[in-house]
């Protein structure tokens, strides 16, 4: 069974950059849509950017637009998110996520597999 393994995240002062990986483990991405989200504490889990894994459209919260940047490799069946100018507000753990049904969402109930999460702290 396929598992979305992340990596990257940390600490980071404001204004700084991180970038994130989610790469498919036992099995390859074959999901219609995949998405990043966040939740902060206290705060309902949202969503961050999408991607729509066959042809590359891009979708991002009006949060992001514009700092964060989602993108994906085909050959290592891999999602990434870049993200820069980064705010305290952006602190938040962090999820990728894969959507099978063909049709684009931006609610987490509409995805069926889940990375296991990873801290951003951006703080000075």
């Known amino acids: 069974q396929v598992q979305l393994v992340e990596s990257g995240g940390g600490s980071v002062q404001p204004g700084g950059s991180l970038r994130f990986s989610c790469a498919a483990s036992?099995?390859?991405?074959?999901?219609?849509?995949m998405g990043w989200f966040r939740q902060a504490p206290g705060k309902e889990r949202e969503f961050v950017a999408g991607?729509?894994?066959?042809?590359?459209?891009?979708y991002y919260a009006d949060s992001v637009k514009g700092r964060f940047t989602i993108s994906r490799d085909n050959a290592k069946n891999t999602v990434y998110l870049q993200m820069n100018s980064l705010k305290p507000d952006d602190t938040a753990v962090y999820y990728c996520a894969g959507r099978a049904l063909g049709s684009i969402s931006y609610f987490e109930h509409d995805y069926e597999k889940w990375g296991q999460g990873t801290q951003v702290t951006v703080s000075s």
């Open positions: 036992g099995g390859v991405l074959s999901y219609y849509m």
């Open positions: 991607i729509i894994w066959r042809d590359g459209i891009t």
